[in-house]
Every structure is written in C-alpha cells, then in structure tokens.
C-alpha cells in the first residue's frame, strides 16, 4: 500500500505538471490503471501501467499507435504520453453491446454497424491488427453523436495479414450479437457472412469487402 501511494504521488505530481486535475481512479484492468481528471475545463482519461505488471512495452506500444491512428481518426484522441502512462479525452458512451441493446432505432445501429465495419477495413489497409475485434464488447464506445471510438490498442501490431475485418464478421456472425441484432430488427445471414469473410481473408481488396457490407448493411 505504502509503494502504491509513493508511485500514485509520483503519477499525480507528472499530471499535475501537465495541466490535468481532480484525478480519480475509474477503472482497473489486467496490465493497467485507468483514471479520470479534468484538463482545461475538459474531462480527461489517464492510462497507467500496475506497478505489478510488466505492461511498459504495451503502454509504449499504445502510445506509438495512437499517434499514428489518431491522423486517420482512429481511437481516443491523445493528449499527453510519458514513459509509464498516457492521456487522452475521456469518450463518454455505452459499449457495443449496450448501446445495440438499449437503442431503438434500426438506422442508427445499422449505421453505427457500418461505421465500425468501415474502420476495420481501414486498419486492414494500414496492414495493422488491433487484436480485439473478436471480442469488441469492451473496446469499442458509442457516443451520443454515434461516433465509434475504438479503445485498447496496447497489442496492436503490424502485419502482412490484419484480421480486423474478418474478425468483426465472427463477432457478428456469433450467437451474441446475431441475437440482439435479430432483435432489433435486423437479420444477418451468418453463414453467408461467413464465407464472405473467408473469401475476403483469401483476398482481402475492396470488391471482397463491399459483399461483406452488402450483407451487414443491406
């Protein structure tokens, strides 16, 4: 607990330079810390790494790839980055799930829907993999607007082979959010979804990946 409060004091000192206040801790994760503070008037998101873990590289790694994605509008948007944490504007929304759950209106998820099927598709021309959209239910926000903001990029990494939209297509080929999806109104076919993603895996160019679009966003 005394080593907690040392590099807690530390932490604040290093945001308080920068401008940040009122900091709070919001939310702990495997490898990480988050915390919530104000920055000129505006609420601000802080990620650190545990004192415990090992996660230097993955805040490293996030850092660099925030910096690159955030040009393409990908992601929170950053603000400050230090060696052991970083921050950016806090996203006030509900995760996927929830927000396909509790809207009532079929255009708008349909439309936040290709919105997100579209920014997958534009990691995988960047030839980058983000590694969570397998599993998305905590890595991607909807905010009021229903702007898409992707979170969690700590193993996002280059590659010959990105995966992103092939791995959507699984998340809404699955039973979970086929179901909610059902539920509002709209039916995916999911084993044509299916194997439109294994021929876009084969050859991922856009012809490949407007017959994905034609089946998620009829």
Request: proline share 2%.
């Given at each position: 607990?005394?080593?907690?409060?040392?590099?807690?004091?530390?932490?604040?000192?290093?945001?308080?330079?920068?401008?940040?206040?009122?900091?709070?801790?919001?939310?702990?994760?495997?490898?990480?810390?988050?915390?919530?503070g104000s920055y000129k008037?505006?609420?601000?998101?802080?990620?650190?790494?545990?004192?415990?873990?090992?996660?230097?590289?993955?805040?490293?790694?996030?850092?660099?790839?925030?910096?690159?994605?955030?040009?393409?509008?990908?992601?929170?948007?950053?603000?400050?980055?230090?060696?052991?944490?970083?921050?950016?504007?806090?996203?006030?929304?509900?995760?996927?799930?929830?927000?396909?759950?509790?809207?009532?209106?079929?255009?708008?998820?349909?439309?936040?829907?290709?919105?997100?099927?579209?920014?997958?598709?534009?990691?995988?021309?960047?030839?980058?993999?983000?590694?969570?959209?397998?599993?998305p239910q905590k890595h991607?926000?909807?905010?009021?607007?229903?702007?898409?903001?992707?979170?969690?990029?700590?193993?996002?990494?280059?590659?010959?082979?990105?995966?992103?939209?092939?791995?959507?297509?699984?998340?809404?080929?699955?039973?979970?959010?086929?179901?909610?999806?059902?539920?509002?109104?709209?039916?995916?076919?999911?084993?044509?979804?299916?194997?439109?993603?294994?021929?876009?895996?084969?050859?991922?160019?856009?012809?490949?990946?407007?017959?994905?679009?034609?089946?998620?966003?009829?």
């Amino acid at each position: 607990l005394y080593a907690y409060l040392i590099r807690k004091s530390q932490l604040l000192l290093q945001l308080r330079q920068h401008g940040i206040k009122n900091v709070n801790l919001f939310e702990k994760g495997n490898r990480g810390l988050i915390y919530k503070g104000s920055y000129k008037g505006k609420t601000v998101a802080v990620k650190a790494k545990r004192k415990e873990s090992a996660a230097v590289a993955t805040i490293e790694n996030e850092i660099n790839w925030l910096k690159k994605l955030n040009k393409e509008g990908i992601g929170p948007k950053l603000l400050f980055a230090e060696k052991e944490w970083f921050s950016y504007e806090f996203v006030d929304g509900k995760f996927i799930s929830d927000f396909i759950s509790s809207c009532s209106e079929k255009a708008k998820i349909a439309e936040v829907v290709k919105k997100l099927l579209h920014q997958c598709r534009q990691l995988d021309v960047m030839k980058v993999n983000k590694e969570e959209m397998l599993r998305p239910q905590k890595h991607v926000l909807i905010g009021k607007s229903g702007k898409i903001t992707m979170l969690d990029f700590e193993r996002c990494r280059k590659t010959q082979k990105p995966k992103n939209v092939t791995q959507l297509c699984q998340f809404l080929a699955g039973a979970h959010a086929n179901l909610l999806l059902r539920q509002k109104g709209i039916t995916i076919n999911r084993d044509k979804l299916l194997a439109a993603a294994q021929e876009y895996k084969n050859s991922p160019n856009e012809e490949n990946f407007k017959k994905i679009e034609a089946l998620v966003c009829p």
